[in-house]
């Protein structure tokens, strides 16, 4: 009930925040600039998702400042269930003892596309590892795994419990890259092509970029009635398909393959592309 609360209480304050902002927000695109962005829908009256008519990047109005944002994922008011919540020492036994099988945060079907593109053994980042739930599955695997968190006490409990080799830093980082690896973080950053630069900076001739996102493909609209569900405070970016392919375009990554499973309709978009 005191969860329950909190998300009431955590909407309103998001609601309130858009309402404050709304008329004079800025609708320029986080991603490419252009300012001449199309209306998509509005939801709550006073946010609306917008669509770049150059890049194709769907995006939330308002748009919060890039040190909101970074405070706002810093700090303990970013709350996402499992994704967030530390577990305590009984509970992250049981889940290691498993090797987290049958939770939500079961990796063996990353780390299986992984394997396409990389050999065991290959250095990767895990760029946005929250509590390090992945980067331990990806260490167990045989990868050698960098692990990058935002959030202080998330990237502390990833090193202190789960031995996650943590960069405070990613200017710190030395040497090339095999791997840039990102699952469900793209969508959360105020700018998307934050994930690129660091990719095309980070990794070797040949390296890959691998990254899992929301399907924010406009198909998925017009017959999915949970789309709208995906962007909003915590997603203030909807990555279509169509901006992965200008992006890779834009900063010289190669597409090996752009996917959403089986159903191209379906929940997760899948990206992966190579540096030459």
């Known amino acids: 009930m005191g969860l329950l609360k909190s998300d009431k209480l955590a909407r309103l304050e998001y609601l309130r925040w858009a309402g404050s902002n709304f008329w004079r927000a800025s609708k320029q695109c ?72 049958g939770t939500e945060k079961d990796y063996a079907g990353y780390i299986s596309v992984l394997r396409k593109f990389v050999p065991v053994g290959a250095r990767l980042l895990d760029f946005g590892c929250s509590w390090g739930y992945g980067s331990w599955q990806m260490r167990e695997a045989g990868f050698e795994v960098i692990s990058y968190e935002i959030g202080r006490d998330r990237a502390q409990y990833a090193r202190e419990r789960l031995g996650c080799s943590i960069v405070q830093s ?25 994930v690129f630069r660091e990719a095309v900076r980070l990794l070797r001739q040949g390296g890959v970029f691998l990254c899992f996102c929301p399907n924010g493909n406009p198909e998925r609209a017009k017959i999915d009635d949970h789309y709208d569900k995906a962007w909003g405070k915590v997603h203030p970016m909807y990555i279509t398909p169509n901006f992965m392919r200008w992006a890779c375009k834009e900063y010289g990554l190669v597409l090996a393959e752009l996917s959403a499973g089986a159903n191209l309709l379906s929940f997760e978009l899948t990206t992966a592309a190579h540096v030459f």
């Open 30 to 101: 986080p991603a490419c600039g252009s300012q001449a962005p199309h209306l998509i829908r509005r939801k709550y009256l006073v946010t609306s998702l917008y669509e770049c008519p150059s890049c194709q990047l769907r995006f939330r109005v308002p748009k919060e400042r890039a040190e909101a944002s970074a405070a706002y994922y810093s700090n303990e008011s970013y709350q996402q269930g499992f994704t967030t919540t530390l577990p305590g020492q009984e509970e992250l036994e049981k889940l290691l003892q498993t090797r987290f099988a």
């Open 170 to 194: 990613l200017r710190s980082l030395e040497g090339k890259l095999d791997c840039f690896f990102s699952a469900h973080v793209i969508e959360h950053l105020p700018d998307p092509t934050i």
